[in-house]
Each structure stands twice: as structure tokens, then as C-alpha cells.
Nanobody, 117 residues
Framework: QLQLVESGGGLVQAGGSLRLSCAAS????????MGWFRQAPGKEREFVAD????????NYADFVKGRFTISRDNAKNTVYLQMNSLKPEDTGVYYC??????????WGQGTQVTVSS
């Protein structure tokens, strides 16, 4: 239902940082729970992090805890993923997604993150 556009990906060296942004269209963004997923070469898409509508409840995959931070700015219809201490295994296409219930039904086109060693 939402139209989502990711940005902020790029090429960085191991140990570096990136901040991904996801801009949403429409006036109902605040209602959605938002999440980040990624897909590495040869692997299935996997959950990275999500955040509830008010921004006070967050979940992280174990492999990013302590390194990544998800946040949202409802006034700007934007969700962010701050990625620190990046590792080569973090390489992949990162997608933002939105849901009203338990299933994510709105997806962005993805942004490429490449971490060199």
C-alpha cells in the first residue's frame, strides 16, 4: 500500500558506516510498522530490524545487535537504518517494508550495500 524508496547504499570498507533511508509516500505512514530486510548473494531474504508505529518498540536480528540502529521520523515519512562496524557479510540488497498487520505488504526497490574486506 505504501510507496517506498530506499537510498544511502554504497561501497564501504569493513568497519565503516552507512545510513540507509526509506522515504514513504502518502499520509498514512505513521500507522505502519516498518522494517528492514536484506538479501545477500546466494541467500534468502532475511529480517534485519523493525520498529513500531510510535517508535518505542524495536526488534533486531541477532547478527546486527549492537551495530545497527533503526529509527523513524513520522513527520518526514521516513525510516532509517544506521549501520556501524560493517562486515563483508553485511553485503547485500537492503529493502525497507511496511505492514499494517503481521505481514509486510509494501516493499521498496532495494539499495545495494557492498562491504569490502
Amino acid at each position: 500500500q505504501l510507496q517506498l524508496v530506499e537510498s544511502g547504499g554504497g561501497l564501504v570498507q569493513a568497519g565503516g558506516s552507512l545510513r540507509l533511508s526509506c522515504a514513504a509516500s502518502g499520509r498514512t505512514f505513521r500507522t505502519y510498522r516498518m522494517g528492514w530486510f536484506r538479501q545477500a548473494p546466494g541467500k534468502e531474504r532475511e529480517f534485519v530490524a523493525d520498529i513500531n508505529w510510535s517508535g518505542d518498540a524495536k526488534n533486531y536480528a541477532d547478527f546486527v545487535k549492537g551495530r545497527f540502529t533503526i529509527s523513524r521520523d513520522n513527520a518526514k515519512n521516513t525510516v532509517y537504518l544506521q549501520m556501524n562496524s560493517l562486515k563483508p557479510e553485511d553485503t547485500g540488497v537492503y529493502y525497507c517494508a511496511g505492514r499494517l498487520g503481521t505481514s509486510y505488504n509494501s516493499w521498496g526497490q532495494g539499495t545495494q550495500v557492498t562491504v569490502s574486506s
